[in-house]
């Protein structure tokens, strides 16, 4: 029986997963780690507190619980990690080497998230092709494409199975956002409920990929069950379901909140996401591993105000 380990598991992408592959694999199966105190959703199952750059707790924590797949989501996103780049590639390359050897010295399955934060100002913007020119200019962007590369290499060179998807922003519910540029499209929902009012830190027009949680999770997992044979891309493939822009968010939620109102200041977030794609071909994940969305923009617009009212209206 699999044992799973997800690292980073109270983020936002962590805690839906976390959640999702419990109700696969059953609650003991399935670890949860952070450096946090473990999130309330995740508290009814195990958890262990786990700095993934400590190699030796790792490998201590994959023997305790005799750990057969690891799902490596613990990373400085891209607006945080401009504030401090550093330590945001020292967290992003030191805890993926850990876990890739890991997947060498016998873990046999490895899941880590890539993202369209590697490609860059030279890329095309529209349709963006799973193979193409990859220019990042953000510290998170140049770790995603150096993380691409060695679990390519790891692959070639060791056979760890290891698997990636080109994440575009992620838009969810259960967990607030963190840090990274696309998560206005997080935030805008929360403050038209809370405030009748948002200030966005994009332009109006800033068209980029995005997805609902539950097409992420999905398309993770899934990834992650299909048989190895299938699998063609080991550095990470591309996945899109999505493209909007903070009006066009904004022009489904006045459908419910009439009276909401949006307003634009661009910050340096502005500049990172100049540089990413509108738009993205995913005709290999299609066309490898079956992976086709179920959201599109107003399911799930809706699906957000309904899920937030639920939790929100109560403390507004």
């Given amino acids: 029986m699999e044992k799973i380990l997800v690292i980073g598991a109270c983020g936002q ?11 696969l694999f059953g609650t003991e199966q399935v670890i949860a780690s952070d450096l946090r105190e473990a999130a309330d959703l995740i508290k009814d199952g195990p ?27 613990a990373a400085i996103l891209s607006a945080k990690g401009e504030q401090n780049p550093k330590f945001a590639w020292d967290l992003n390359m030191t805890s993926l080497l850990n876990v890739l050897e890991a997947g060498r010295n016998g873990v046999s399955k ?32 140049i770790s995603k494409l150096a993380g691409e590369r060695w679990c390519d290499w790891y692959y070639q060179k060791h056979g760890v199975d290891v ?38 830190f994009l332009k109006a027009d800033s068209r980029l990929p995005m997805m609902y949680m539950d097409d992420a999770v999905k398309a993770t997992i899934d990834l992650m069950e299909t048989d190895a044979d299938k699998i063609k891309v080991r550095s990470s493939y591309n996945v899109s379901a999505i493209s909007l822009s903070p009006e066009m968010l904004y022009a489904e939620i006045v459908k419910r909140y009439p009276d909401f109102k949006i307003s634009y200041s661009p910050d340096f977030r502005q500049t990172i996401a100049d540089s990413w794609p509108n738009s993205m071909d995913d005709s290999e994940a299609r066309k490898d591993w079956g992976w086709e969305p179920a959201f599109d923009l107003e399911k799930m617009s809706q699906t957000m105000l309904d899920n937030l009212e639920n939790i929100l209206v109560t403390t507004k």
């Fill in 13 to 23: 992408l962590g805690t839906e997963l976390t959640l999702k592959l419990r109700d």
């Fill in 47 to 73: 958890f262990e507190s786990l700095d993934v750059m400590n190699k030796e707790a790792l490998d201590q924590l994959i023997e305790k619980h005799q750990i057969t797949q690891i799902y490596h989501l």
């Fill in 110 to 141: 490895i899941y880590w998230p890539s993202s369209i934060a590697v490609f860059g100002p030279s890329t095309p913007k529209t349709k963006t092709p799973q193979n193409t020119i990859m220019d990042p200019n953000t510290v998170y962007g």
């Fill in 163 to 200: 698997r990636s998807i080109r994440y575009p922003g992620l838009i969810g519910y259960k967990a607030q956002p963190g840090g990274g540029t696309t998560d206005y499209a997080v935030d805008i929902f929360w403050k038209a409920i809370l405030e009748g009012s948002y200030d966005c």
